[in-house]
């Protein structure tokens, strides 16, 4: 490659080749064109009957049809069912590509039609009167108390779409050749010549042969349904005096039909032997130094029986396969031999003659509880105000930490831990926040005309002290959950082991004892220092002695975590905004306003350790801050950011008013002057001695 570039020739050169039909073969530059065709049609029958002049009823029923979607020109491949259970199909080492609509029996089509798409709902709303003296105490009647409750059932698409696009991106249309070697000059490239077009069906043996154990075999289920949420509510409303209402609510969802992967193929270490005796390879490595040593050799050692049937005897003394051994990464061990084409005679994955497996469906469940408290007080006497709080839990198994599941491509490519074992992936989910406060108010000043003070005041006066307006809005929650992470493959390869949990003997509320925020040698950390090694790591190496006051430790080869997925919440988020108005009336038909806007305004460090306050347009990581194995363990290193500017107090300011040019100029004037005062408020040195409001004849200056 250097050779040709100070030649100033052509090294190596690639060319792209896709199919224009199903005839075509590979044709030079030809583009892909995706066209996706589907129909969503919905109809709805609803009714309101008051029972009695308290008692008010509504029922409805909505239909879905989300028909299955369509490339219309059927350039996709899909897995051939051939009408068997879509598992046993991707399962099946002899199993075939072909034009996607073979399963549904209907060409180009990626699934069924999903038809039976009913959606119920039934709602309340009751003001009881009771006779009951206590009782209608505590819930006076005449209106004043008001009992709502409703269910109803929904069906949504999020992901109907993106995620049966990205599945059938199965190989076999498109090819990229490239000729290395070349010693062409620039203006005289060598053509890269279209490959022979292998029309489908195609073998799974032959796609994997082009990368062994990294090229995927994607299905959809051809009986994938519409995504249906089942919701609920039940509250309380009460008037409680000073023109305010008092709300008390349980709102719940679930979903068993949300729409995720599974990767059927996971790499394989209990059912064959491999995870025994890679226990024995290992343990003949610590005592001799030689993983494949025999008891004639030392009476300690042990005899292989897995390993000497892959190939080459599983080159157990090359320095990779050491390194494995020594960490106790036996899945990335057996994952190394699947890639390397050095499997023998050992069946590390399911279908050998794939690398993954991925099947898209109807797997994915969620479950919402929450207990929601409202405070709101109409606009009178110069105050509104409204405060929630809302106490939640979210369980799920669709977002453990996976781009795929996280980001906004919405392809819900997810695998599971372990297969056997899918109940470890369902926990609280990532975006979860246990206690939501938010408060909003705008207050008017009792000041100037019709006002509780100065009310009788001259025209100038009431322009000094009237008008003013002051607002705010406070948000409190908790932080996003966190989990302990040893995300190594001890029991699935890496790649599928990012919420794979640590070990330790401590109990919830123990490790709750831990986490706070704490500031030693100017490093802030989110768990107490004293659990972590000097090196920074929250667990000795895997084989290493503990250090002093370890309690987290690294999994063993076949284990996984003994904790719970998300159980830390993470830091508290707290942020104050607040606004300053000030209208002036100038003559009767002439008024305008100043505005100041300070977000953040108490300054405050909310600190970034997971995923983001939704809605806020944050971005951020999950699960990285408790990962045992960094050298960084329990360290926060970066603050919550808005668009990038940070969440440091952030102060604008603002004029309106009409379009007279004279009135434009007593805008600015005004603006300027408060603009200055603003800056004697918040900077913490005096400013220089400078008239900045020289307009309006009043000084800004100290």
């Known amino acids: 490659m250097l050779q040709s570039e100070l030649a100033g020739l052509i090294g190596e050169s690639q060319n792209t080749f896709n199919v224009t039909s199903k005839t075509s073969g590979f044709v030079p530059g030809a583009p892909v064109i995706d066209t996706l065709n589907y129909n969503n049609l919905s109809f709805y029958v609803a009714d309101q009957w008051r029972v009695r002049p308290t008692l008010t009823l509504n029922f409805g029923v909505r239909y879905e049809l989300f028909t299955g979607i369509k490339d219309p020109s059927g350039l996709r491949l899909e897995v051939v069912t051939g009408g068997v259970d879509p598992n046993a199909a991707l399962l099946n080492p002899n199993g075939t590509f072909d034009f996607v609509g073979g399963n549904t029996g209907s060409p180009g089509q990626f699934f069924k039609s999903d038809k039976n798409n009913f959606a119920p709902n039934v709602s309340f709303a009751w003001a009881p009167n009771f006779r009951n003296k206590l009782v209608s105490t505590l819930f006076p009647g005449d209106g004043k108390t008001v009992i709502r409750g409703g269910f109803s059932e929904s069906y949504i698409n999020d992901e109907f779409v993106r995620s049966p696009d990205n599945a059938l991106q199965n190989q076999g249309l498109s090819v990229t050749p490239i000729n290395f070697g070349l010693t062409s000059v620039i203006d005289n490239p060598p053509p890269v010549t279209a490959p022979p077009f292998q029309p489908p069906p195609l073998s799974f043996a032959s796609i994997n042969a082009l990368a062994p154990g990294a090229n995927v075999a994607f299905l959809i289920d051809p009986n994938m349904q519409l995504p249906r949420v089942e919701q609920y509510n039940f509250g309380i409303q009460r008037e409680i005096g000073f023109k305010s209402v008092l709300e008390i609510r349980y709102v719940g969802n679930r979903s068993h039909e949300l729409i995720r992967t599974v990767d059927l193929n996971q790499v394989d270490i209990r059912n064959n032997g491999f995870l025994p005796d890679y226990i024995r390879a290992r343990s003949n490595l610590l005592l001799t130094g030689n993983p494949a040593c025999t008891p004639l050799q030392n009476a300690g050692c042990q005899t292989l029986t897995v390993f000497p049937q892959l190939a080459n005897g599983g080159s157990l003394n090359t320095a990779a396969v050491r390194n494995l051994l020594l960490n106790g990464s036996v899945a990335d061990l057996a994952r190394r031999y699947v890639t390397l084409g050095q499997t023998g005679s050992v069946q590390i994955l399911p279908n050998p003659n ?232 100038l003559t009767e038909k002439m008024r305008f306003q100043i505005r100041a806007d300070a977000f953040n305004v108490l300054n405050h460090t909310n600190f970034l350790t997971g995923l983001l306050t939704p809605g806020l347009g944050l971005g951020g990581t999950s699960n990285t801050i408790f990962n045992v194995n960094s050298p960084t363990f329990g360290q926060i290193t970066s603050a919550n950011t808005i668009g990038g500017s940070g969440l440091n107090r952030v102060i604008q300011v603002a004029v309106r008013g009409g379009d007279d040019p004279q009135h434009k100029r007593k805008q600015l004037s005004f603006l300027l002057c408060f603009m200055c005062l603003l800056w004697q408020i918040f900077k913490a040195n005096d400013l220089p001695n400078v008239d900045f409001c020289s307009l309006t004849g009043i000084s800004c200056a100290r």
């Not at 030693?520 to 006051?549: K, L, T």
């Open 354 to 585: 794939m690398g993954i497996l991925d099947l898209l469906g109807n797997l994915g469940e969620s479950n919402y509880n929450a207990l929601q408290v409202e405070l709101r007080r109409r606009f009178s006497g110069g105050l509104l105000l409204q405060a929630n709080y809302t106490f939640q839990k979210t369980l799920d198994n669709i977002s453990p930490g996976n781009a795929g599941i996280n980001s906004e491509d919405q392809t819900r490519v997810a695998a599971f831990l372990d297969n056997q074992n899918q109940h470890l992936d369902y926990g609280r989910a990532d975006f979860d926040q246990t206690h939501v406060f938010n408060l909003n108010a705008v207050y008017d000043l009792p000041f100037g005309k019709g006002k509780s003070f100065l009310n009788n005041g001259s025209g100038a006066v009431d322009r000094l002290v009237g008008g003013w307006q002051l607002g705010g809005i406070l948000r409190i929650n908790t932080g996003t959950p966190l989990t302990i992470v040893d995300p190594r493959g001890t029991l699935n390869r890496v790649g599928r082991a990012a919420n794979q949990t640590a070990v330790t003997n401590l109990t919830n509320d123990q490790i709750s004892d831990l986490i706070g925020i704490f500031n030693q040698n100017g490093i802030v950390y989110y768990i107490n220092p004293s659990v972590i090694n000097s090196d920074g790591r929250g667990a000795a190496a895997f084989g290493q002695p503990a250090f002093p006051n370890e309690v987290f430790f690294d999994n063993g080869p076949g284990q996984f975590g003994t904790l719970a997925r998300s159980t830390i919440n993470g830091p508290l988020f707290t942020q104050l905004d607040m606004s300053l108005t000030k209208s002036i009336r």
